[in-house]
């Protein structure tokens, strides 16, 4: 046989794309969002490298808290080294001290390292505490905790792009970035798109206008799907290569246009404002594995797009959120009241995790004025519901 027809026909494949296939094929990973970890663990569903979660709610929906929290579990270190006197001891932390590549599409929220410094410093603050405190040991020292946050910090990086094709260029860009100086030692764990739909009024109304001044309707089409389109094929290539979990957060465009099926609690589900041949959906059930004679000896790339698939990517879980219904104030309450009120529900989850054997220190230290009882419903592919869980905000602390 001619040599070079022999080489053609061997498959060749990167290191860096065959080491993260087989983290993809064989690590479960756990987001530490106690509720979220504890459904997927119930119905025997793991989340693992290279999925893509969809989160999806009204605006104020805690969206943008949840991929926060998730965040900064992944930034913070698994131990932490800390002087107690003259020893230094390792302090338990429970983070992946993994790397983190956030995309916030809402240049105008500012907060965003900001909260997640301060959600790391008090998960940070509560761990040593924790450990210091059966060895009658007074609580860390700002300095420590500077230290450690800074540390944390030095994981995270955050790009903010300013339309759909920035937002494609920024994802194709991910893995070459991961490998430049500076990056190799860190493992990116997440890749985070916060607010994916900021520009689909944008497109929309480019799209329109390409339509309107377009000769031929396949130009005005194709003008049409580019954007959204080279996002998907970036995300494929990402998935491939560094297979990180990634999370996109979009929120509900027209409150109204509701599903036909509720959940199981009978919360309502939305549609999505992106065309299905555009941007996966969860109800989209996965093609069946091929059962012929030459697909089963052949090995699968877990990465690599299904057969069959419209989309080169597909959604593991879809998240709704939907925060409790606010009842209506009464006329002339004062706002003292209602802070007191709510100091007072603080207290008590407080006194109830106490009573549990867990840590007082929480919500009560992590300031008033959070948000309570956001629902949160999970659905896998094609639609099927998992459960749902609870999410808390609150100043530093975000309770899953």
């Not at 119905?43 to 104020?60: A, F, K, M």
């Not at 190799?184 to 929309?204: K, N």
Request: aromatic residues 4%.
């Amino acid at each position: 046989m001619d040599p070079v027809t022999l080489s053609d026909a061997i498959s060749s494949s990167s290191a860096l794309s065959l080491v993260h296939q087989v983290a993809h094929s064989t690590a479960p990973l756990p987001t530490f969002a106690s509720g979220l970890d504890a459904l997927l663990d119930h119905v025997n569903l793991p989340l693992r490298r290279g999925d893509i979660v969809e989160l999806q709610g009204l605006p104020g929906s805690a969206k943008s808290s949840l991929l926060v929290h998730l965040a900064a579990t992944a930034l913070l270190p698994r131990t932490a080294h800390v002087r107690i006197a003259d020893h230094v001891l390792t302090v338990p932390v429970g983070g992946k001290h993994a790397h983190v590549a956030y995309l916030d599409c809402t240049p105008r929220r500012l907060d965003l390292v900001d909260r997640l410094a301060r959600l790391m410093r008090h998960h940070l603050d509560l761990a040593i505490r924790r450990f210091r405190a059966p060895r009658g040991i007074g609580a860390p020292r700002d300095q420590e905790l500077d230290s450690l946050v800074d540390e944390c910090m030095a994981r995270l990086t955050v790009w903010s792009p300013t339309g759909t094709l920035q937002l494609a260029a920024t994802l194709r860009s991910l893995p070459r970035w991961a490998l430049a100086d500076g990056n190799a030692h860190d493992e990116l764990a997440y890749v985070v798109v916060d607010g994916m739909s900021e520009f689909a009024w944008a497109d929309q109304h480019a799209a329109a206008s390409s339509s309107s001044a377009a000769s031929s309707s396949s130009s005005a089409s194709a003008a049409t799907r580019r954007p959204l389109r080279l996002v998907v094929d970036a995300l494929a290539h990402l998935r491939a290569t560094l297979a990180p979990v990634v999370f996109v957060s979009q929120w509900v465009f027209r409150p109204e246009a509701t599903l036909a099926h509720r959940s199981q609690e009978g919360l309502p589900f939305y549609a999505g404002h992106y065309p299905s041949a555009l941007w996966p959906s969860i109800l989209s059930s996965p093609p069946p594995p091929s059962t012929s004679s030459a697909a089963a000896s052949t090995p699968t790339n877990p990465l690599a797009p299904r057969p069959g698939a419209l989309l080169p990517i597909a959604l593991a879980l879809h998240l709704t959120l939907h925060p409790s219904p606010t009842p209506p104030l009464r006329r002339g309450t004062p706002l003292a009241l209602l802070l007191s009120e709510q100091r007072r529900r603080v207290r008590a989850r407080e006194r109830a995790q106490s009573g549990a054997g867990e840590s007082s220190w929480g919500t009560a230290l992590g300031g008033i004025g959070g948000t309570e009882g956001v629902r949160v419903v999970v659905r896998r592919p094609g639609g099927h519901e998992v459960g749902s869980f609870d999410v808390e905000v609150w100043e530093r602390e975000v309770v899953t």
